[in-house]
């Protein structure tokens, strides 16, 4: 047996929820993404895409790389670059917690940290200019079909394996969406009746890994058709339920999984009967410099 880390990728486990939910008609579960070896869903379409470019020729090994990113993409690329050894550099926020940005660093990935006023709109900006210099390819996480296709091949068949078919509601907090792209084409070829649910944050709400994009930065491999419905969230519902999760279903994870779990949940409470899986998209780690876990 030959199997390396990226033979780890994906496969993740699925847990029914024990204490979250009242309406016994209901199943929810939850696919534990920060299981995956770089902590995040992310490590599914940032190994697709790499591989991807490297078989068709659109990168090599002289290849330098180059991609805006929140965190966990960013984590998920570094470790996969490193492994087919290519270089990149990677752009993010400067107020991203210092976890994400030392893992980065951890596994060789040059980290330049853009304005916090600008936000990762400003990191792709940076990026994008980066990149018509000549010197750089940029994945763009926002624009590769890879990413979706990631989810289409692997995350989607999955679920419907695990739920023995039984899926009836998809719920998924929308950052690239390449996630809810990849999961809703594949489960709404097996079913059409699944429910296919996008998490946003309200107007006011500051949620990592979560956007409510500007139409000028709205990733292009989003297809609004693809998605049944979306949900709002508030900052302090993603916060409230990212704690729960921990207290009472021992699920640690960041507060974008927070935000879908409280969605999924207000979903619960509206249904006859029902089987909902919910993305828990990464791991609490990654956020304890942050107030996230402060007792008040």
Known sequence: MNRTVLDLIGNTPLVRAQKLIDNPNVELYFKLE?????????????YNMIKNALERGDITSETKLI???????????????????????????ENSTAERVQTMRAYGAKV??????????????????????GNYFMLNQFGNDDNWKAHYATT??????????????FVSSMGTTGTIMGTSTFLKEQNRDIQIVG??????????????????????IFNENKVDRI??????????????????????AGMSSGGAAAAAIRLCNELE????????????????????FDKK
């Open 199 to 220: 998490v946003q944050p309200d107007n006011e709400a500051r949620i990592p890994g979560i956007r409510k994009w500007p139409k000028e930065y709205l990733p292009s």
């Open 112 to 133: 330049i940290l853009t304005s916090a006023d600008g936000g990762i709109e400003g990191s792709r900006d940076y990026a994008e200019a980066r990149m018509k210099e």
């Open 231 to 252: 949900l709002e969230v508030t900052e302090a519902e993603a916060r409230t339920m990212t704690s729960r999760l921990a207290e009472e279903e021992g699920i640690f």
């Open 273 to 292: 009967s029902g089987v909902v899986v919910s993305i828990i998209c990464d791991r609490g780690d990654r956020y304890l410099s942050s107030d996230l």
């Open 156 to 169: 989607g068949p999955e679920i419907w394996r695990d739920t023995n078919k039984n899926i009836t509601h």
């Open 34 to 46: 920060g299981q995956n070896p770089g902590g995040s869903v992310k490590d599914r379409p940032a």
């Open 67 to 93: 991609e805006a990113t929140s965190g966990n993409t960013g984590i998920a690329l570094a470790m996969v670059a490193r492994l087919l050894k290519l270089d990149i550099e990677l752009v993010m926020p």
